[in-house]
């Protein structure tokens, strides 16, 4: 019997550190050994001239939310996980969205419910927290932490998630108590909710007004009150989908004063801009997300955050809307008399990673080693899967994609396998491609062939992570509490 199911042979080895010529072996689903040779394997893949590097984590991703107006996600758990494996990603972490007045819980379950038997690669779930009742706060959220939910995501804006200054910060002390990260959507409602009512009294109802309605200081501001409440609670947190130098400033202004404050950004940000949304006949709907794409100086802003650590994780936020099909999608009737009406997202978990190495590795301005962060080790170490996602380590699982450095593709909405009618990169030229992807050591998808089965990728329960405990608590557990509210709780 070959001592290996697997052996990848002849590529080049990256991780977050190091580059390295060897081989892969792997057995039940598992690196089971690093070598300069390996020959004993029962099928070996010939990796000459790729780049062998861990698969692809997208911690934001929205698959199967009910959305309350009407429209419908274009992605299921099949379908978007099915573009995730063909887009080089290995694990995905999709939001399970409490609607208010329900049990955390029981809404939870229905997303096992809706993964089940339909995952093409790993997957968990992190909360959105609408409702914060006693019975939540007090009971079900942290006994959910204990049983691997140990992030969740609150939102400052959007009528039926947006939460208020004090229910910010009960929901932050609880993750501080329990040791979750919370994820926040920064935004400010109220300023919005005024540029939205002024821009449709004066008939300014196009798609591309959404960008005005939510201009950068929106943003800034909430972020710069998210991380007061951080601060104020002694709780790390994590700023999604920055999109601006005016949020990044505060991050960085936080960081200065020793806060732990993560932030986050996607490729919307990178090489979209608010001139996007100009489209006529509803096309600038394809781009409308939150916050919306801004200028190129934001996307300079933006790349800079990437290469100096502002930013630990690049995503997706990957949040599909069909472009047509009537009344589910973005242009449905009522998103044609305004824009507050047009759903807010983008597909994006498949081109996520082909647009950063392309406009990161292949022209210079990253190394490979941080895109292996941005995209896979990082999300693995602050939610909670390291070392068993995120790297390619012995003992690790077999979690890899081969990437053709030369290879040069264009994005297009033929060659996606999401649900969605479009692709706001159409066109997008890319030198760089994931040509293979491997979940616990088997092809799940290669050259643009899906190849896995729905219900092969697995939950996975996870830790906390040590990215989330509160200032001044070593990770042995002897320093002595930081001065706060809550004294050692
Ligand atoms: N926020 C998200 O995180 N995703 C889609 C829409 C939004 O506002
Ligand atoms: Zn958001
Ligand atoms: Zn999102």
Not at 19 to 37: F, K, M, S
Not at 55 to 78: K, N, W, Y
Not at 252 to 272: D, M, S
Not at 442 to 448: F, L, Y
Request: net charge negative.
């Amino acid at each position: 019997m070959a001592e290996f199911d697997l052996v990848i042979r002849g590529g080049t080895v990256v991780t977050a550190s190091d580059i390295t010529r060897c081989d892969v072996g792997i057995r039940d689903g598992r690196v089971a050994a690093l070598a300069e040779t390996l020959t004993d394997g029962a099928k070996v893949i010939d990796a000459a001239g790729l780049y062998v590097l861990p698969g692809g984590i997208d911690s934001h991703v929205h698959l199967d939310q009910p959305t309350g107006d009407g429209t419908r996600m274009a992605d299921d758990f099949e379908t978007g996980t099915r573009a995730a494996a063909a887009g080089g990603n290995t694990t995905v972490l999709p939001f399970a969205l409490q609607i208010k007045g329900n049990s955390l819980r029981q809404d939870v379950l229905d997303y096992h419910r809706k993964a089940a038997g339909k995952c093409f690669v790993d997957h968990s779930f992190h909360m959105i927290i609408s409702d914060p009742t006693p019975a939540v706060l007090g009971q079900e959220l942290p006994a959910l932490v204990k049983d691997g939910y140990t992030s969740f995501k609150v939102f400052m804006t959007y009528d039926g998630l947006k939460l208020n200054d004090r229910e910010l910060l009960e929901v932050f002390a609880v993750a501080r108590r329990e040791g979750a990260l919370v994820m926040v959507h920064a935004e400010n409602y109220d300023a919005i909710k005024f540029f939205t009512e002024r821009l449709e009294q004066a008939g300014r109802t196009t798609p591309n007004h959404h960008a005005t309605s939510r201009p950068a200081p929106v943003e800034r501001e909430a972020t710069h009150r998210a991380i007061s409440f951080a601060e104020l609670v002694d709780v790390p947190i994590m700023v999604v989908h920055v999109s601006s130098r005016d949020a990044m400033e505060q991050i960085r202004w936080a960081r200065q004063r020793g806060l732990k404050i993560y932030g986050e950004t996607c490729p919307q940000y990178l090489v979209l801009t608010a001139k996007d949304l100009d489209g006529l006949n509803m096309e600038g709907a394809k781009y409308v997300c939150s916050p919306p794409p801004r200028d190129e100086a934001s996307q300079v802003a933006c790349w800079e955050g990437l290469l100096d650590g502002t930013f630990q994780v690049y995503s997706s936020d990957h949040a599909p809307y069909f472009f047509e099909h009537g009344e589910l999608g973005k242009t449905n009737s009522r998103a044609r008399t305004a824009f507050r009406w047009v759903p807010n997202g983008l597909p994006g978990v498949e081109t996520r990673l082909p647009i950063l190495f392309s406009e990161g590795v292949s022209k210079g301005r990253m190394e490979i080693t941080r895109f292996v962060e941005l995209t896979a080790t990082n999300h693995a170490k602050l939610y909670g899967l390291y070392p068993r996602k995120g790297t390619i380590a012995v003992g690790s699982d077999a979690d890899i994609v081969l990437w053709d450095p030369a290879r040069s593709e264009t994005i297009t909405q033929a060659g996606l396998h999401h649900g969605c009618d479009y692709t706001p990169y159409e066109g997008f030229r890319c030198t760089g491609w994931p040509v293979l992807t491997l979940v616990r050591g088997r092809v799940v998808a290669e050259n643009g062939t899906v190849t896995g089965d729905p219900g092969y990728g697995t939950y996975l329960k996870r830790g906390l992570s040590p990215y989330a405990r509160p200032r001044g608590i070593h990770p042995g557990g002897f320093a002595p509490e930081p001065t706060s509210p809550f004294g050692s709780g």
